[in-house]
Each structure stands twice: as structure tokens, then as C-alpha cells.
């Protein structure tokens, strides 16, 4: 949906010639306003719509006027677009004046999932490697090189479409311009043809040796695991997916298992069994001597055999107490050295040692004010191991599977700022959970992965993300850091206009970059840019909304604002922001029994909103 209403925004400035576009040389005029969407709790009822005992949402038809046609492909002057599977925009086009941006009441910005498959079914990523010449980004901003830059001056220098500083080329990287203004080897480089593309990345762009893939497995042993049934699930899951796990003949695997005391395994390949040694409660600082994490390759039959005892190991056991903290300082020392996977699993909250938990749940609190105190977490403990785990490149994935209250509010900060991922399989019980749980973590194990990311995303001047969304630790202010991103990682960027557009400039740029390790090894940058058209027109702006890109940044919103106000005025909040929209829609006119004509992309949002 996304790409063929982007489609129509272009079909409406077919004419303009991207590469001689000279609309980013026009500065831009000072001014200074912003928009902040559910950044604030209703202290009274919203204006519009009134609300007595249940809100309502003004009636409304929808309009059948459409956008401009389509084009007849996906491109634009020749240019690839950046398909949507990896960076969908909330709204097609891009307001001129801030003003218009705040009357449109739709939070523009972009849902970002760097790594999904999807596209890569149907339209591959092109590699790019430049060679001697080096990347070539604008020296100021640094931005990457992209189909919509402006070359000039025989093809010696050309103008970034972010900052608008003028750069000179690489002598590697020159070729002489043909007599509409474009390279002569134009459509020979793919940086220069495809909205996304992905860059070799030289050794500059490296610390260290890109690490090989690591999952290191800390598993919960008590008996609320074995008796439901978890621990046997895991051990299954893991010994099937061996041979799939992403990475070889680099991969490297370890384990650790708790209770109240932490087993760790001896996988050394000479082995013909493995050896568990345990460490009790008073030893928990004890750094081990032995092989625990070893290579997949050289010690797959130990591995195999450490997986189908397991069960087994434990199936008499009638310890009841969890000492998850201890175990997690523990993995973590093993793990911090290389980077990669620290996958938990947890089959009840934990009760021993450090990091344990009181059961604070109170269905008392539940639908009152004072319920936002049970979704804040209990203490900064895993929190400070979080934050210690992604400066070592070290990505945290929980399975929680606990027949009791498990404090999600406490245990998720693991993985928030990891980059991680949070399975909730309440009341686990064998039968009733054992297919989703073993599909969930046979996908986390098998998928595409990349390791040591991170991930900026610049805007065209004027322009600014005032607002990001999703599991990372941000540095240096816009700079999102991401141990670990997969296939399934998406993120949400809200940005706003400080800035005037002049009414040349047809377009805006936003470009991300992403720099990762691949499993097998290889440093890349994957680069995504994007053109929107811009408009003074409200109709333009409420027309190319991409409802569902709309709506999950609403929802990511909303929930990045619940433990901080009660989930009621989060509700309100929503339900406000609708009728912010639909009064936005008054532009279209009235039915003639008086109700608001809606456009077509905004028909379903009522429905969205209150379901």
C-alpha cells in the first residue's frame, strides 16, 4: 500500500527532473515550532469529541476523490524507490510550513525494519563497494552518497541533498557528466539508481575483527520448569535447530543452567561426554577455567548430548527457588569477551540472591491511578546489567514462562536496551503452549541476524527526529545502538519541522544507515534513502496517509507513555488524537446530513482507534 501511494505522490511532480534539481541551493528561512503527540496526559476532557461515559467520534462519510494515477512502475526518473518493507513513512508527502504540519494532526515519521525478508523476495539489495575511493559521504553531515544527489562542475564535486555543502569527488570515484547533467556510468552504480542499497565497509569502520555469531543459553532448571514442561521444550528446540543456527563454521554456542545454585558445562571437543560443575550461593564470582562457550563446528556431538540429558539431569529436582541475577553476571562474564545472544529462560520471577523480586501484584490497583506503579520497575539492577550488556555488544532475549506474576515491567529492561526481545507465555503448561513457545524460539534461533549495529537516521535540513521508538541504547543523541538486529526488529522515528520549506523544493530526504556485522563475518552498511514530495496542501497531507504505518507509530506512542501516566489517559489520549484528525478532515467538506467526509486512507482510523 505504501510503495503505489508513494507512486501517485510522485505521478504529481513527474515533470521535475531529479538530478538537476536545484532546489536544495535555496536556504531556508528561520523559524521555530514542534509538535510532540502524546507527550502530555489529558488533565481535563478533550475539547473534541466530548466525552461522557463512553468517548465519541463525530460521524463521518468517506470521500471518493483519489490521488493522482499511478505511474506506470516504481521508479522515479529512473530511480528504484526504497521499498516500504524497510522504510515506510507515515504520510507520502511532507508539509512545507511546521504550521501545516501541526494542523494535519498526523504524527509524520517512519517505521524502519532494516533487515526484513519480506523485500528481499521480490527485489534484492545491491552491494556496493567502493574500492580505493573509500565510501564516499558528505564530509559535513555525513551523509551517504545517493540517487538523489546533484553532481555539477564536470562531475568533480557534488552537492549532499541533506546538508547542502558542496563535496568534492573522489578522483576513484570521477566520471564526466552527459549533457542532461547525470554521470555517463549513472546506471552502472547502483548507489546512484536504488533507494537501498548495501555498502562493503572498509577497515575503518571497524574496532575490532567482526566477531563470529555467539548464542550463549542461560536456562532455568527449578522445578516449576520441569514440570511444566519448559525445560524439555528448550532442550528439544535447541538439539533441532543445531544445524540451522546462522553463522557457521563460525558459531560459537555455551550454556549455563540455574536454580538456587548455577551449573556451568564443560563442551571441550576431546570430550565424549560433557562435565556440569556447580557453583553454590557463596561462590557466585567464580570465573570458570574450562571450555563453556566452544565452536558449534568442533564440538557439535558434546553439544548434542549436554541437550538430550538435560532433561533427564534434573527430572528428580524439587529446588524451587530461581537465582536468575546471579546467573546473568555470570553468562555475561563469559559472553562480554566475544559479544552476541544471551538467550533466558525463565519459568518463574526470581526469588533468590541477587536481583530478586518481591511479588508486589495487586488486583486492587488494576483500573486506578496508582496501576502505574506496577508497570514501573522495581529496582535498577537489571537495568545496570542491561546497559553494561550493550556497551559489550551483548543482545538479551527472555523467555518467561512463570505460572505466577512475573514483573515484565522489572525482567523487560534486560532486553529494552539490548536490542532484544521479550517472549510471555503466561501460565506456561505443556500442550497448551509447547508449539507456539518451540516456533518462537526456533525462528529467534534460525532467522537472519546481524551483530555490533548501530543505526542513524538524518533528515534534510530543517528537518529533525524528535522522537525514536523500540529496543536500543541510544548514544550521542540520534545514534541507536543495537548489539544485535534481526529480521523481525522494527523501529519507529517521529521527526518534525523546525523550518520553513521554500516552495521550490520539491523534496525531502531522509536517509538511514545501518552498520552491522553479518553472521558470516562480513561488516556492511545498509543504507536506506528516501524522497517525499512536499505540499501546501492539507488535503495532500491527509490524502497519502499510510493508515497502518500511522497507526503502529501511535501505538508505539502510546505505550512508551504507560509507565508514566494511567493506561486511562493513555486510552483518551488516543481516542484524542483521532478527533484531532477527523476535525483536520473538515478540509473535504460535509455530507449532506452534516457528517465529516473522511478520505479514503483515513476511512478505517475510528475503527483502528477504538478496538
Known amino acids: 500500500m505504501t510503495d503505489r501511494y508513494k507512486q501517485r505522490a510522485y505521478a504529481k511532480i513527474s515533470n521535475s527532473n531529479t538530478n538537476n534539481y536545484t532546489g536544495f541551493n535555496q536556504p531556508f528561512p528561520t523559524g521555530n515550532s514542534q509538535i510532540n503527540d502524546l507527550s502530555q496526559t489529558p488533565t481535563s476532557p478533550?475539547?473534541?469529541?466530548?466525552?461522557?461515559?463512553?468517548?465519541?467520534?463525530?460521524?463521518?462519510?468517506?470521500?471518493?476523490?483519489?490521488?493522482?494515477?499511478?505511474?506506470?512502475?516504481?521508479?522515479?526518473n529512473s530511480v528504484v524507490v526504497c521499498p516500504s518493507e524497510y522504510m515506510r513513512t507515515t504520510v507520502n508527502v511532507f508539509p512545507r510550513t511546521s504550521s501545516l504540519l501541526k494542523?494535519?494532526?498526523?504524527?509524520?515519521?517512519?517505521?524502519?525494519?532494516?533487515?526484513?525478508?519480506?523485500?528481499?523476495?521480490?527485489?534484492?539489495?545491491?552491494?556496493?563497494?567502493f574500492g580505493t575511493a573509500g565510501v564516499v559521504r558528505c564530509r559535513n553531515c555525513r551523509g551517504y552518497i545517493n540517487p538523489y544527489v546533484l553532481f555539477f562542475d564536470g562531475g568533480k564535486r557534488w552537492k549532499c541533498n541533506l546538508c547542502l555543502l558542496s563535496n568534492d569527488v573522489p578522483a576513484a570515484y570521477h566520471c564526466p557528466l552527459d549533457a542532461s547533467g547525470k554521470r555517463q556510468d549513472w546506471l552502472q552504480r547502483p548507489e546512484l539508481t536504488h533507494g537501498a542499497v548495501e555498502i562493503v565497509a572498509p577497515e575503518e569502520y571497524m574496532v575490532r575483527p567482526p566477531q563470529p555469531t555467539v548464542f550463549f543459553f542461560c536456562i532455568d532448571v527449578c522445578y516449576y520448569s520441569i514440570s511444566s514442561g519448559m525445560l524439555n521444550s528448550v532442550a528439544k528446540t535447541i538439539l533441532e535447530c543445531l544445524d540451522n543456527l546462522p553463522g557457521e563454521p563460525r558459531t560459537k554456542i555455551g550454556f549455563v543452567t540455574f536454580d538456587s545454585n548455577i551449573h556451568y558445562y564443560n563442551l571441550n571437543s576431546a570430550l565424549s561426554t560433557p562435565q556440569m560443575y556447580v557453583i553454590n550461593e557463596n561462590n557466585f564470582e567464580f570465573t570458570p577455567d574450562v571450555d563453556v562457550l566452544v565452536s558449534l563446528k568442533e564440538?557439535?556431538?558434546?553439544?548434542?548430548?549436554?541437550?538430550?540429558?538435560?532433561?533427564?539431569?534434573?527430572?528428580?529436582?524439587?529446588?524451587?527457588?530461581a537465582n536468575l541475577g546471579s546467573a546473568l553476571k555470570f553468562a555475561f562474564e563469559i559472553v562480554k569477551k566475544i559479544g552476541g545472544k544471551l538467550i533466558v529462560f525463565s519459568s518463574i520471577a526470581p526469588t533468590k540472591g541477587q536481583g530478586a523480586l518481591k511479588?508486589?501484584?495487586?488486583?486492587?490497583?488494576?483500573?486506578?491511578?496508582?496501576?502505574?506503579?506496577?508497570?514501573?520497575?522495581?529496582?535498577?539492577?537489571?537495568?545496570?546489567?542491561?546497559?553494561?550488556a550493550s556497551k559489550q555488544q551483548v543482545c538479551i532475549d527472555l523467555f518467561l514462562c512463570s505460572p505466577k506474576y512475573t514483573d515484565i515491567?522489572?525482567?523487560?529492561?534486560?532486553?529494552?536496551?539490548?536490542?532484544?526481545?521479550?517472549?510471555?507465555?503466561?501460565?506456561?503448561i505443556t500442550g497448551k503452549d509447547t508449539l507456539k513457545f518451540e516456533k518462537d524460539l526456533e525462528r529467534n534461533l534460525t532467522r537472519p541476524v546481524g551483530f555490533e549495529a548501530v543505526m542513524r537516521t538524518r533528515c534534510t535540513k530543517?528537518?529533525?527526529?524528535?522522537?525514536?521508538?523500540?529496543?536500543?541504547?541510544?548514544?550521542?543523541n540520534d545514534l541507536l545502538a543495537l548489539p544485535a538486529v534481526d529480521a523481525d526488529k522494527a523501529f519507529a522515528l517521529q521527526i518534525d519541522l523546525n523550518d520553513t520549506l521554500s516552495s521550490s523544493d520539491n523534496f525531502v530526504i531522509f536517509q538511514?544507515?545501518?552498520?552491522?556485522t553479518t553472521s558470516s563475518g562480513e561488516r556492511r552498511i545498509r543504507v536506506f534513502t528516501v524522497a517525499l514530495p512536499t505540499t501546501s496542501s492539507l488535503k495532500d497531507c491527509l490524502n497519502y496517509v499510510d493508515l497502518e504505518a500511522c497507526m503502529n507509530m501511535m501505538g508505539k506512542m502510546a505505550i512508551s507513555k504507560v509507565p508514566e501516566t494511567s493506561l486511562q489517559s493513555v486510552r483518551e489520549a488516543l481516542v484524542n488524537k483521532c478527533a484531532q484528525i477527523i476535525r483536520a478532515s473538515r478540509c473535504f467538506g460535509y455530507s449532506n446530513n452534516a457528517s465529516v467526509v473522511l478520505p479514503e486512507s483515513l476511512r478505517m482510523l475510528p475503527s483502528y482507534i477504538l478496538s
Open 46 to 76: 478533550p475539547v473534541y469529541p466530548t466525552h461522557t461515559s463512553e468517548p465519541q467520534v463525530p460521524s463521518y462519510q468517506t470521500t471518493t476523490t483519489s490521488p493522482p494515477q499511478e505511474p506506470p512502475n516504481q521508479t522515479l
Open 103 to 129: 494542523e494535519s494532526a498526523v504524527p509524520y515519521g517512519f517505521i524502519i525494519q532494516p533487515l526484513n525478508q519480506a523485500a528481499e523476495k521480490y527485489q534484492e539489495i545491491p552491494i556496493v563497494d
Open 299 to 321: 564440538s557439535r556431538k558434546v553439544i548434542a548430548t549436554l541437550l538430550e540429558r538435560l532433561p533427564k539431569m534434573f527430572a528428580q529436582s524439587q529446588n524451587a527457588q
Open 359 to 388: 511479588l508486589r501484584e495487586d488486583v486492587n490497583l488494576l483500573g486506578t491511578e496508582k496501576e502505574v506503579s506496577l508497570l514501573k520497575p522495581q529496582s535498577d539492577f537489571y537495568k545496570n546489567i542491561a546497559i553494561e
Open 409 to 428: 515491567a522489572t525482567l523487560s529492561e534486560l532486553s529494552q536496551s539490548t536490542s532484544g526481545q521479550v517472549f510471555y507465555y503466561p501460565e506456561f
Open 462 to 476: 530543517g528537518i529533525k527526529v524528535i522522537n525514536q521508538f523500540g529496543h536500543f541504547l541510544i548514544r550521542n
Open 512 to 516: 538511514t544507515a545501518l552498520l552491522y
